[in-house]
């Protein structure tokens, strides 16, 4: 077996390069700028987690808004009755069995939710206006994909008219309001104040 000597430099270079890389770790950590960095990516991942979280929200609701509409034009312009529903659940939970958003109630709430932004505020304007009005219904629809499903459904549920249901969207926007303080809003008649 060879003899070692430490005073080769090579030898030495090496086991200060090991030592110095066993302490950089706990050296970094320490130090006020690698916090920094580290809560700077921590910030910049939850923000991109959010951000996914907001389009795949959006897309639902686009697609919620979009069988709403369809439901609505089968029901009209067919001899559809609500039975088509229940097969329509039914269908869409075989095709889709790891979605929970097909049943019969979500789709029922569907419905409700596209007739809401778009039925009501129709009674009673005169054909001039109907331009207007669509013009506010495509806004509606891209201001409403930007609260959860669950807030939508409770201000469709809850609200007496589109203008009401239209302050609790923006006021949840604005505030950020969970789905209890919302809900506790709209019992409270925040509306009428």
Not at 28 to 34: A, R, S
Not at 91 to 96: E, Y
Not at 168 to 174: A, G, H, L
């Amino acid at each position: 077996m060879a003899k070692l000597s430490f005073c080769e430099p090579s030898l030495l270079a090496g086991l200060l390069l090991v030592t110095r890389s066993a302490r950089m770790p706990e050296l970094i950590i320490k130090t006020d700028e690698y916090q920094a960095f580290i809560l700077d990516l921590k910030k910049r991942i939850r923000s991109a987690q959010i951000s996914a979280s907001v389009a795949v929200n959006r897309e639902l609701l686009q697609l919620y808004w979009e069988l709403g509409e369809r439901i609505v034009s089968k029901q009209r312009n067919t001899a559809w009755g609500d039975g088509f529903l229940q097969q329509m659940s039914s269908d869409l939970q075989s095709a889709f069995p790891d979605i929970k958003g097909f049943s019969l109630r979500n789709i029922k709430y569907m419905r409700q939710w596209y007739e809401f932004w778009t039925n009501r505020s129709k009674i009673g304007q005169q054909a001039v206006a109907q331009l207007d009005l669509q013009e506010k219904i495509a806004s509606f629809h891209l201001i409403v994909t930007q609260i959860p499903w669950g807030h939508n459904i409770i201000i469709v549920s809850k609200s007496r008219s589109i203008f009401e249901g239209m302050f609790y969207v923006q006021k949840t926007i604005q505030n950020n309001w969970s789905r209890s303080v919302l809900t506790h809003q709209i019992d409270s008649a925040t509306y009428s104040i």
